[in-house]
């Protein structure tokens, strides 16, 4: 019995001996993960240079006129838009240019898809309903 006992604190002695080893240096890997794409800014729009008023009053009536002419297809607000074809109020100057959404207007060009109605809101109407879509705007999502 002797021998066996020699021989498991000898099995001992090289267990603890190997424990107290120095343990080797664990090896990183880099991952590529590839960069999010980066965000699509807010259209900059320059409400003076293009005769947008910006007070609270033609804000409140261009969300008006939205309210009653755009909501049905384009959402409110942050609302999501109700048709697909339609991009929501707060992304539609990323789509389409103040200066020539202002333009096509006012002067009555149709803007936008076959689907979409012909408005004629005048200079004035015009002018604050581009008030309030300049308020609201956002950056689209990434694609």
Same mark, same amino acid.
């Given at each position: 019995?002797?021998?066996?006992?020699?021989?498991?604190?000898?099995?001992?002695?090289?267990?603890?001996?190997?424990?107290? $080893?120095?343990?080797?240096?664990?090896?990183?890997?880099?991952?590529?993960?590839?960069?999010?794409?980066?965000?699509?800014?807010?259209?900059?729009?320059?409400?003076?240079?293009?005769?947008?008023?910006?007070?609270?009053?033609?804000?409140?009536? #261009?969300?008006?006129?939205?309210?009653? $002419?755009?909501?049905?297809?384009?959402?409110?607000?942050?609302?999501?838009?109700?048709?697909?074809?339609? /991009?929501?109020?707060?992304?539609?100057?990323?789509?389409?240019?103040?200066?020539?959404?202002?333009?096509?207007?006012?002067?009555?060009?149709?803007? #936008?898809?076959?689907?979409?109605?012909?408005?004629?809101?005048?200079?004035?109407?015009?002018?604050?309903?581009?008030?309030?879509?300049?308020?609201? $705007?956002?950056? /689209? /999502?990434?694609?």
């Amino acid at each position: 019995m002797r021998p066996l006992l020699f021989a498991l604190a000898a099995t001992g002695l090289a267990l603890a001996a190997a424990c107290t $080893q120095e343990t080797e240096t664990p090896v990183t890997v880099a991952l590529e993960v590839p960069d999010a794409p980066a965000p699509t800014p807010a259209p900059v729009i320059d409400a003076a240079a293009l005769g947008i008023p910006m007070d609270e009053g033609s804000i409140a009536d #261009g969300r008006e006129i939205a309210v009653h $002419q755009c909501s049905n297809c384009h959402g409110l607000d942050s609302d999501a838009s109700l048709r697909p074809e339609a /991009p929501p109020l707060r992304y539609v100057l990323s789509v389409y240019p103040a200066a020539s959404l202002a333009e096509d207007f006012r002067n009555g060009i149709h803007v #936008g898809h076959e689907d979409m109605p012909d408005f004629v809101f005048g200079d004035l109407g015009m002018d604050v309903l581009l008030s309030y879509l300049v308020s609201i $705007q956002e950056p /689209p /999502p990434a694609e």
